[in-house]
Each structure stands twice: as C-alpha cells, then as structure tokens.
C-alpha cells in the first residue's frame, strides 16, 4: 500500500485556519503582541494597550508566523517541492483568512 501524503490544497487550507485562529487566539487571550503607538510613535510588545495602540500588526506577525509553521510542517510530510498551485491556493487561503480575522477585529472594536 502506498503511503498518503497530505496534498498542497490541505497544506493551504490549513494554513489558512490556523492563521484567522491565530488573530482570533491572540487578541481573546490578551497574548502580548507588537503595539504601535500612533500618538507617542513608539513601538511595544505588551498584552496591554495605551492611549491610541493599534495592534493588529502584532496579531497579523503572530498569525502568520503561526500559519507559516503548519504550512511548513506539512510541506515537510509531503516532501516534494510546491507548485505553482500549491502557492496560489496558500495565497488566496491568507487572503480569506486575513479578510475573516480583520473583520472579526473590525467588529470586536465596533463602537
């Protein structure tokens, strides 16, 4: 029997989830992220805020990191070099993604 390997539409897909968890983990669990400071223009890590902190660049680092590493790791399982399809479905997986998790952002900061 031949052994199965996950294909690169799992590995995108995949990445995909783990990096809108990541945003949605990160900013629920208060983990301390990269804060920009607009006000003051000065750069953090801290799980709190200051006057005026965006923090969706350190959630967006932290999410990405995170995706990176599982595309990565089942990359390895696979081990064949990715196609240009398997590159294209990451992007577009990230894509979405990012676009679920800022407007889940957007709409935990709604007013």
């Known amino acids: 029997m031949s052994e199965q390997r996950p294909s690169a539409g799992f590995a ?15 900013h629920a669990f208060k983990l ?7 006000i003051d223009r000065v750069w953090e890590l ?7 902190p965006m923090m969706y660049y350190g959630q967006i680092l932290w ?7 599982v595309f990565g790791l089942v990359r390895l399982l ?14 577009g997986w990230l ?9 889940y952002y957007a709409h935990a900061n709604w007013p």
């Open 32 to 38: 301390p992220l990269m804060r920009y400071h607009p």
């Open 95 to 103: 894509l979405l993604s990012c676009v679920v998790a800022l407007s």
């Open 12 to 26: 995108a897909a995949l990445a995909g989830i783990v990096f809108f968890l990541g945003m949605v983990i990160v």
């Open 63 to 69: 999410a990405g990191l995170a995706a990176l590493a």
């Open 46 to 52: 801290s799980a709190t805020g200051g006057s005026v």
């Open 78 to 91: 696979k081990k064949s070099p990715p196609s240009g399809k398997t590159w294209l479905l990451t992007g």
